[in-house]
Structures are given as structure tokens and as C-alpha cells.
T-cell receptor
Framework: DQQVKQNSPSLSVQEGRISILNCDYT??????FLWYKKYPAEGPTFLIS?????DKNEDGRFTVFLNKSAKHLSLHIVPSQPGDSAVYFC????????????FGKGTRLHILP | DGGITQSPKYLFRKEGQNVTLSCEQN?????MYWYRQDPGQGLRLIYY???????QKGDIAEGYSVSREKKESFPLTVTSAQKNPTAFYLC?????????????FGAGSRLTVL
């Protein structure tokens, strides 16, 4: 049973527009949420995180929104740039120690020229 | 430059053979991890180690073994008991980022069983 779900395998967005990647989770014990970005044949890199005590965290062009009651989070990228084309993984953890981090299946983002 | 080095990048193995994937880090991180990625799948945890000479099984440890004799090194052995070993393997270590532990990944090793 998937605890972290990314229901859109892929997403195409025009360069300069907003990219919105969605993630749902089922485990109400999750307290920390992270987004990782992955290019082909490379390891994922940490992008942004949010704790369950917040509903928004912003870092430059990237903003993560958390709706605990809906068990839903989203990553907004504004404006989208060609280098943003990658696979984005949503991940969650019950504790600040990430030995129990659970990853979603990822969403492939294509930024169109 | 600090980071995680995985080798080899590509590896081919015949059925029935054991193979060891190397993972070395110079980040001075205590905890290290092995994940497996299959096409269209998320990352699944194989083994992790929070300290030298100690390690725990993750969600899919069957058919794999690890050792942690040095802080810098966390090799993964894929044994012949692993029924479907063809996959992309990722090693990671963790550090604190604003109070939250985040993972730093290596570039990965792609194992293909012929």
C-alpha cells in the first residue's frame, strides 16, 4: 500500500509559467515532507522541505504548500525554466531522523520552450 | 569537493553471481543508506546504517547484505538470492538542514543481470 502517492507520472509546462506538482499521503503520523529533484543517471538532490507545523515554505522560485487536513502537499515552481525538467520525488517521514523516509513514485516534469 | 562516490556506474552480472557495489563518502556523515529504484517506482530502502559496525534492514533487504567497518564506506552486496536484481542502486548519507535530516545521494550504480 502506497503511503506517498504522486498520481501524475508526467507534466508538461510552458517555460515561464507555473509548474504545480502534487503529492498525497495516507499516513497521518508523517511530520516532515521533502521534495527531491532527479536528473537522468544521477542521484536525487534535495530541493525543499516542510514541517507539519507549517503550511507553506518558500525558497526562491520553489514553494511547498501543505494541507494536513487533506493530507496533500504541492510544489510550485515559478517561473518554470528549462533546467527544471527532471523527475520530482515527494517524500515523507514520521520523524526528523530520515531512516524511515518514504518516497513517492515521482513526477516527470517537462518544460516546453 | 565533498560528496558520495558510487562505483561502478554500470555493472553486468550473470545469474547466480554475487556482486558488490561500492559507496564512499567524505562528508563525515554518520548515517548511510542504500536505496533501489525501478522504472516508474519510487525509491525503496534496502539497508541503512546510523553508526559504524551497526546497520538495519530496510523494506526490501532480502537478497542483499551490507557492512559498515568504516565511517566513510558502506558497500552493498547483491547476492544470488536476490530474485530480481536488475535496478538502479542509490547510496546516500544524511545531514541536518534547518533541523531536519536530509539525504545526499551518490550518482548511482546501474546493475543489469544477463
Amino acid at each position: 500500500d502506497q503511503q506517498v502517492k504522486q498520481n501524475s507520472p508526467s507534466l508538461s509546462v510552458q517555460e515561464g509559467r507555473i509548474s504545480i506538482l502534487n503529492c498525497d499521503y495516507t499516513n497521518s503520523m508523517f511530520d516532515y515532507f521533502l521534495w527531491y529533484k532527479k536528473y537522468p543517471a544521477e542521484g536525487p538532490t534535495f530541493l525543499i522541505s516542510i514541517s507539519s507545523i507549517k503550511d507553506k515554505n518558500e525558497d526562491g522560485r520553489f514553494t511547498v504548500f501543505l494541507n494536513k487536513s487533506a493530507k496533500h502537499l504541492s510544489l510550485h515552481i515559478v517561473p518554470s525554466q528549462p533546467g527544471d525538467s527532471a523527475v520530482y520525488f515527494c517524500a515523507a517521514s514520521e520523524s526528523y531522523r530520515d531512516d524511515k523516509i518514504i518516497f513517492g513514485k515521482g513526477t516527470r516534469l517537462h518544460i516546453l520552450p | 569537493d565533498g560528496g558520495i562516490t558510487q562505483s561502478p556506474k554500470y555493472l553486468f552480472r550473470k545469474e547466480g553471481q554475487n556482486v558488490t557495489l561500492s559507496c564512499e563518502q567524505n562528508l563525515n556523515h554518520d548515517a548511510m543508506y542504500w536505496y533501489r529504484q525501478d522504472p516508474g517506482q519510487g525509491l525503496r530502502l534496502i539497508y541503512y546504517s546510523q553508526i559504524v559496525n551497526d546497520f538495519q534492514k530496510g523494506d526490501i533487504a532480502e537478497g542483499y547484505s551490507v557492512s559498515r567497518e568504516k565511517k566513510e564506506s558502506f558497500p552493498l552486496t547483491v547476492t544470488s538470492a536476490q530474485k530480481n536484481p536488475t535496478a538502479f542502486y542509490l547510496c546516500a548519507s544524511s545531514s541536518q538542514h534547518r533541523g531536519l535530516y536530509v539525504l545526499t545521494f551518490g550518482a548511482g550504480s546501474r546493475l543489469t543481470v544477463l
